[in-house]
């Protein structure tokens, strides 16, 4: 090879063999004297011939950085203004330890090892299940989905290969974009293991499910009916026991998502009748990252009848052939897709297992008292907020009682629509809540407002005085 | 030839104990926000603000830690994972360095503390770099749009099959059209997804060239077809010189062609899947394109497809106004409409600019050009230790990014098996190979993957270990059969955790099923 190969690679900080002498060195024992030789098995009309786009590499770091931050300084976050946006993405606070965790290279790089050389994750994994499991009130639980949407679409489909029924009752509050997730995972009546999607009024008095629809609604035929709590549009099920209790009584699947991060106020969906339950595991210690901050997790009770249905992977915690060492194995992974192709549960790939790392970390350091604390510091401001915002001319707070961090605001009598009230809020350096008025018309134009416990008093009365002036 | 020095080493050993064990009553980590006078004034006592039916009785049994110790104890649990830390050449996940740049980035709060339904103009530099990575996507496919809502390979193998189910569905055939296509070398999540979508799964076996041969695809062919969804090369490092008679044999029929790209590593800069006549195809983002693999995500299944195929991409997409500014699209009424939440893992897409930025088009061509490089460098080393075999030896064209070999002649000889070898290479800090996807046709494979990261040092590290493995289980079968010696803890027990009796993905269901052993 001559100095002046074209193919030679340039030295690039990514890439040790970069080097020419490495590269020779390949060269020289793979006994390749062109590189196109290693290509021998693609037909050279397959290759590209024109002309690219891409530039060539930026090989200083000092540059990249320069690049990219002038690029992402052009971003206004949640610290920069005050957000008072949830609907699905919560503004929580991260503990530091969260971050640190996340980001040890330790734990942030690899992919799979040996039960023996991931041990430490391994243990991670499973102090995450078990410390959701005790805040859920269930015993078994698969490692983290995507998704709450997508935990919540698996579950369905668990629940259908459960009882062999179709039809699945979801609330007409359900999120949108969640019930879009789950009409997704239900199919098309074409195809196989399609689920009938029948939606379920909410009363527009208190924002909850409408029972009497649901009763309407409950058949022999239904497979699983599935509610929230809190639901989307904030309000608390108080009724849960009941819609658990009806929908028992026609031998359905009970489907219930919840909030980890309320669990320390409010009961587990175990005692109000779930079979299985959903969730979101962002509030956890994980940032909101524009949305990329999601996940979700599945728990049931320790049944065969339910684990056996399970997507996910999941940890076991066991002992090695040294007696009293602790040891963790996968367990029922020959359903997964992974061991079963297309005959195994659904299927299950890469999911958000990093942020199983701060999920737990988060879990550990906030103990029963923390999860108490937290609870009672969203529910009061959150309260707080609805309250003062309520007094407004014109301004409705739709469900004044009975939610949790999430409340509905009403701007009808304003006569400004949410969408213009939010870009007047923007000058005030405030993100004003979710614009319902596209996704419930029937809620008029209502925005959905979110405060958990990064919101001070002053910040709440901040908006209070900006929306006073905004719908004025 | 063993080349190496060998050196020392040891797992660190903390004896962890279970989190849940550590806690001591009473014991604090962290406090919410201090409720203010004012609240409380107006607000009363919170306790009252919980309806009474769901007020909580009961506390969860959550460790009670000082924040040191919870620091502690999860440092302790990162330095007992081994992963990078030493060498791993795990195939098919391609696995590189991951900038330390990216992280101190994407922790900053112009990405943490994004919302994702924050009104566009103040979310522009993440538009901004998402729209630019989409049209890095388009340059390297040939393809016209790109998504990256899927949160992982497999979920982009899902998008697809359902953009398959809405496509078909739009052209009234979906009743008809209910049979998706692949081979058994493909990816465990292609049939999984397709089957998952509610199609009827047709897996093409193997054939003399490695691959199954185009008759046997004509054969399944049919107005029944849905799609094909294919890997290529795939990951025994066989490439399928027929693809492009492959994918217009099923477009004659009115399937729609799959390329997933999880192998992209090798051939990145010499194939684009549109050219080879592909309507769409997946990119993973935290593999081939410098993301962080987190142990499992969060990842990104890059989605791209042709125009044709756009207005029945998952939604929202990100697109740019003539002003130059970018926005948040909604999505069409064809669309397939959500196949998760949001637009995507962004820290992720993120990551994958700056990485393709640093690499460059010219970074891109060397680093495919030293990873199929590399496994013919090591083709030559490991076919030198006795008990390596090559899969497929009749296949004497040079392999692209990986190749798969067998240890079934080790086998054979002393009893030890290639998952005896994984653990025992992990007594010298190389973590484990790669197996194979199942079905497994090549008996004890292991699959390395040299990829553009290791250095030819520890490529012939790598190599070394496994050599001086393979000695071990000669002299010492039993000795192999029991390692590893070094890691955190021995060797798992021969419980069943498939026995209901003994699972426990939880303490409390541990506690409640082993009582008698704590």
């Known amino acids: 090879m001559s100095a002046k190969d074209k193919t030679l690679p340039q030295p690039h900080p990514f890439m040790a063999n970069s080097a020419p002498a490495s590269y020779r060195e390949l060269l020289r024992v793979a006994e390749v004297k062109e590189i196109d030789e290693v290509f021998e098995q693609i037909p050279t009309d397959h290759l590209f011939k024109g002309k690219w786009k891409v530039p060539r590499g930026i090989k200083s770091e000092a540059q990249l950085s320069k690049h990219l931050t002038s690029i992402l300084r052009k971003n206004i976050s949640a610290e920069d203004y005050t957000s008072f946006l949830g609907a699905g993405c919560w503004n929580h606070y991260v503990p530091a330890i969260c971050d640190e965790m996340v980001t040890r290279t330790e734990f942030s790089t690899p992919v799979w090892g040996t039960p023996s050389s991931d041990h430490g994750r391994n243990q991670v994994w499973f102090e995450f299940c078990s410390q959701l499991g005790e805040l859920v009130g269930m015993e078994f639980v698969g490692l983290p989905l995507y998704s709450y949407g997508t935990a919540a679409g698996h579950a369905l489909r668990m629940a259908a290969r459960i009882n062999g029924r179709k039809k699945i009752l979801i609330p007409a509050s359900l999120d949108p974009e969640r019930a879009k997730v789950i009409r997704t995972y239900a199919g098309f009546k074409e195809l196989n293991g399609f689920l009938d999607v029948v939606t379920v009024k909410f009363d527009k008095k208190t924002g909850r499910l409408d029972l009497a629809d649901l009763k309407a609604k409950l058949d022999k035929e239904v497979c699983a009916v599935y509610f929230e709590n809190p639901n989307y549009l904030g309000a608390l099920e108080s009724e849960a026991a009941e819609i658990s209790k009806l929908a028992h009584s026609v031998g359905a699947e009970v489907v219930v998502g919840v909030d980890p991060i309320s669990l320390g106020i409010i009961a587990p969906a175990s005692q109000y009748g779930a079979d299985i339950i959903v969730g979101t595991t962002q509030p956890l210690g994980v940032h909101m990252n524009a949305g990329g901050g999601v996940g979700g997790f599945i728990a049931t009770r320790d049944e065969e009848r339910y684990a056996k249905e399970y997507p996910t992977l999941q940890v076991s915690l066991t002992g090695t052939t040294v007696p009293g060492e602790m040891a963790f194995g996968l367990t029922l992974f020959h359903q997964s897709s992974y061991g079963s192709r297309e005959n195994g549960k659904d299927w299950t790939g890469n999911s958000v297992y990093l942020w199983a790392v701060a999920n737990a970390t988060y879990m550990s350091l906030m103990g029963p008292e923390g999860f108490v604390d937290v609870g009672n510091s969203i529910i009061a401001r959150a309260r707080y907020a609805a309250e003062r915002i309520n007094k407004l001319k014109g301004v409705k707070v739709l469900w004044r009682d009975g939610f949790f961090k999430e409340f509905v605001v009403n701007f009808d009598k304003t006569g400004k629509s949410v969408k213009k009230i939010n870009k007047k809020l923007l000058k005030h350096e405030i993100f004003g809540g979710k614009d319902l008025s596209d996704e419930f018309p029937e809620l008029g134009e209502s925005a959905l407002y979110c405060v958990t416990e990064v919101h001070t008093l002053e910040e709440i009365d901040a908006l209070v005085d900006a929306l006073k002036e905004v719908t004025a | ?518």
């Open chain 2, 1 to 518: 030839m063993i080349k190496s020095k060998i050196r020392k080493y040891h797992a660190a050993v903390w004896d962890e104990p279970l989190v849940m064990d550590l806690s001591q009553p009473g014991r604090r980590g962290a406090f919410a926000p201090a409720i203010e006078d004012e609240i409380t004034d107006s607000v009363g006592d919170p306790s009252a603000l919980v309806p009474t039916a769901l007020k909580r009785k009961v506390a969860p049994e959550l460790p009670e830690l000082s924040e040191f110790e919870v620091q502690r104890h999860y440092l302790h649990l990162s330095q007992q994972t081994l992963g990078m830390m030493g060498i791993s050449l795990f195939g098919t996940c391609t696995m590189k360095y991951n900038p330390r740049l990216n992280e101190r980035l994407v922790y900053q709060p112009f990405v943490a503390k994004m919302h994702p339904h924050q009104d566009p103009e103040t979310m522009q530099g993440i538009l901004e770099i998402v729209y630019s990575f989409d049209e890095i996507l388009r340059d390297l496919s040939g393809l016209d749009k790109f998504v990256f809502q899927a949160g992982g390979g497999a979920d982009a193998a899902y998008t697809m099959a359902t953009l398959t189910r809405a496509y078909h569905a739009a052209r009234g055939e979906l009743a008809q059209r209910t049979e998706i296509i692949t081979t058994v070398q493909a990816h465990p999540c292609n049939p999984a997804t397709a089957a998952a979508a509610g199609f009827k799964v047709i897996t093409l076996p193997l054939e003399k060239d490695g691959y199954p041969s185009l008759e046997a695809l004509k054969s399944v062919l049919s107005n029944r077809t849905a799609a094909l969804m294919v890997n290529n090369p795939d990951d025994i490092g066989i490439y399928n010189p027929q693809i492009k008679e492959w994918v217009k044999a099923v477009k004659e029929v009115g399937g729609l062609c799959f390329y997933d790209h999880a192998n992209f590593n090798g051939v990145m800069t010499r194939i684009r899947a549109a050219d080879l006549g592909f309507d769409a195809c997946m990119y993973m983002l935290h593999k081939t394109f410098g993301g962080t693999k987190g142990g499992g995500g969060p990842a990104v299944g890059a989605f791209g497809c042709r125009k044709e195929l756009v207005p029945y991409l998952a939604g929202p997409t990100v697109e740019k106004n003539s002003d130059g500014t970018y926005f948040l699209k909604e999505e069409g009424p064809k669309s397939v409409g959500r196949v998760r939440e949001f637009f995507g893992n962004v820290p992720v897409v993120i990551r994958a600019y700056s990485w393709t930025r640093a690499m460059g088009i010219d970074g891109l061509r060397d680093a495919a050009n030293i990873s199929v490089l590399a496994n013919n460098y090591m083709e030559k080393r490991l076919l030198a230790i006795k008990g390596v075999t090559k899969g497929l030896p009749e296949l004497t064209k040079r392999r692209l990014e990986m190749t798969r070999y067998s240890l079934g002649e080790l086998t054979a000889e002393t009893g030890v098996t290639t998952v005896d070898v994984q653990n025992r290479m992990t007594d010298y800090g190389v973590d484990a190979f790669w197996l194979s996807h199942e079905p497994w046709f090549i008996p004890e494979p292991f699959t390395p993957e040299a990829g553009e990261l290791w250095s030819i040092e520890d490529i012939d590290y790598w190599i070394d270990v496994l050599e001086v493995v393979c000695e071990e289980a000669r002299k010492d079968p039993e000795f192999v059969k029991n390692a590893p010696y070094n890691q955190v803890v021995h060797k798992q027990g021969s419980t069943n955790l498939d026995d209901p009796k003994n699972w426990a993905t939880t303490y409390r269901a541990y506690k409640r099923k082993h009582a008698s052993k704590k």
